[in-house]
């Protein structure tokens, strides 16, 4: 499914979007570009001041400007406080998605007891199991797989590749031997959810895995059974989350970062990308746990000192021992 590109004027777009117009609001738009890049006919934006010096070289006919640019830019532009959102919107005015004709694609398995919903668009080799719901306004793109039983809210995108609801990975020790467990739960998404390429869900073991509304998943995550992701969190690319966490709303998950399970994070967490969760996290914050890139060298120095740590934590309780000993007979005469 390809995008069509529109046309707009500066007025268009201050009616759709709000925002102070300055200037000739005739302008014609036809895409946005950045600072550096942009030509007549396209709008750019200003979010960083370090990228302020380009206002002075840009050939954008038009800009998006913070409100305390007011009074310093002779060319038409739209004030508003946050100019990185208004730019995601005017895009999105800029670039509406194409319904394809016909909007299901003729190579699509739907099981006759699935239910989708209206203005659903489904492309090629999707399969959609028994008694998966799918919601209003969903785009689901090729290749994608939907166990049996899963719910999928409204205006939710699945990118390529996606899997939804394959078994959780739940297996016993039977001696040498592995016994699997069925993984009878389902997985729960809820409305407005992006999910990138690539990306896998498992269904519940017991209880269902669930993605709360909002939430916005990058390419290659691993999300493990009964999970629980709050609502508007955002998860970059490689994240792996292990069964049974669950992650708070307005949560951002850097890329990378893996989570062992049964751990719990709070709402308002936000984690570096390469770090290791492996305990709770019960107050809102920034969590890193990643060591800075050395020279090999110099790490394996490092790890060789990391090894005695242990022995030198003991000597230093000892000699602590010794020092407040002696401290005690110096004051004792």
Known sequence: ???????????????????????????????????????????????????APLLATTQASALILPMEAAGHFPRPHILTANPYLYFARVSQLLNPIRMPDPPIHPSVVISPTAKIGRNAVIHAGVVIGDDVV??????????????HDCHIGDRVVL???????????????????????????RVVIGHDVEVGANTCIDRGALDDTVIGDGVKIDDQIMIGHNCRIGDHTAIAACAG???????????????????????EITDDVVI???TAVIK????????????????????LHIAANLRHLDTLAK??????AQIKTLTEQHNAE
Not at 134 to 147: H, K, L, R, T
Not at 315 to 320: F, N, S, T, Y
């Open 272 to 274: 570096s990308g390469g």
């Open 1 to 51: 499914m390809s995008q069509a590109r529109v046309t707009l004027t500066l007025n268009e777009i201050q009616a759709a979007l709000g925002g102070d117009l300055v200037g000739d609001g005739s302008v014609a738009i036809e895409r946005i570009a950045p600072l550096a890049d942009a030509k007549p006919r396209q709008i750019s934006f200003l979010s960083q001041r370090k990228y």
């Open 134 to 147: 799918i919601g209003d306004d969903a785009v689901i793109y090729p290749n994608v797989v939907i166990y």
């Open 315 to 320: 000597k230093v309780q000892q000699l602590e």
């Open 241 to 263: 989350i292990a069964g049974s966490t669950t992650i708070g709303k307005r949560c951002i998950i850097g890329g990378a970062a893996m989570f062992s399970g049964h751990n």
């Open 280 to 299: 709770d996290i019960r107050k809102p914050g920034q969590y890193t746990g990643v060591f800075p890139s050395l020279q090999h060298g110099d790490w």
């Open 159 to 185: 990118h390529a590749g996606v899997v939804i609801g394959a078994d959780g990975f739940g297996n016993a020790k039977d001696g040498d031997a592995w016994i699997k467990i069925p993984q009878i739960g």
